[in-house]
T-cell receptor
Framework: NAGVMQNPRHLVRRRGQEARLRCSPM?????VYWYRQLPEEGLKFMVY????????ESGMPKERFSAEFPKEGPSILRIQQVVRGDSAAYFC???????????FGPGTRLLVL | DQQVKQNSPSLSVQEGRISILNCDYTNSMFDYFLWYKKYPAEGPTFLIS?????DKNEDGRFTVFLNKSAKHLSLHIVPSQPGDSAVYFCAASDNYGQNFVFGPGTRLSVLP
């Protein structure tokens, strides 16, 4: 997956806890996308960020979910008060300015008990 | 409302034969398309792309065809190899590649 890092790879949480997912895109990739994949389904867009800015969060639930991509450090997808329905694989992807191709990380598999 | 459809959830092909994966879209504003391959427990890997100014793009064993009037694209893999067995997603963008809408995927099995 071309150097895109996501951690943790697997995350188990109990209902009501917080989940924090990290994504470090490739060097020079200033655009980050987060997607969610439910079992047996395709990738659903959640949020698109550039450094320090949220560009499009139309795919992200308004409550409990937030995302950031600070000037320094990884992009963070934060899910507060997790519920069983949040169990899914969460993928991030990065791309360069003025290029279309997105390069994906290996994903974080979240399991909510 | 699914803007990008992959109507075949699965496809089985004999090794050495051609695999044809299809993708249909509804938004006529889509102008850039990509195909990704995904193995279990891994992230999607970019395969090949095509912009709406072309109707064909080729890269080794992989060729993507775009029929704008039919809002249809297809990925051809020839010859198919067992290592091609994976889930294939098509994705479409209407904003010069800023945001992509993904199809639900087609699981390809290449049989030895």
């Amino acid at each position: 997956n071309a150097g895109v890092m996501q951690n943790p790879r697997h995350l188990v949480r109990r209902r009501g806890q917080e989940a924090r997912l990290r994504c470090s895109p490739m060097k020079g990739h200033s655009h980050v996308y987060w997607y969610r994949q439910l079992p047996e389904e395709g990738l659903k867009f959640m949020v698109y960020l550039q450094k320090e800015n949220i560009i499009d969060e139309s795919g992200m639930p308004k409550e409990r979910f937030s995302a950031e991509f600070p000037k320094e450090g990884p992009s963070i997808l934060r899910i507060q008060q997790v519920v069983r329905g949040d169990s899914a694989a969460y993928f991030c992807a990065g791309r360069r300015e003025a290029q279309e191709t997105q390069y994906f990380g290996p994903g974080t598999r979240l399991l909510v008990l | 409302d699914q803007q990008v459809k992959q109507n075949s959830p699965s496809l089985s092909v004999q090794e050495g034969r051609i695999s044809i994966l299809n993708c249909d879209y509804t938004n006529s504003m889509f102008d850039y398309f990509l195909w990704y391959k995904k193995y279990p427990a891994e992230g999607p890997t970019f395969l090949i792309s095509i912009s709406s100014i072309k109707d064909k793009n080729e890269d080794g064993r992989f060729t993507v065809f775009l029929n704008k009037s039919a809002k249809h694209l297809s990925l051809h893999i020839v010859p198919s190899q067992p290592g091609d067995s994976a889930v294939y997603f098509c994705a479409a963008s209407d904003n010069y590649g800023q945001n992509f809408v993904f199809g639900p995927g087609t699981r390809l099995s290449v049989l030895p």
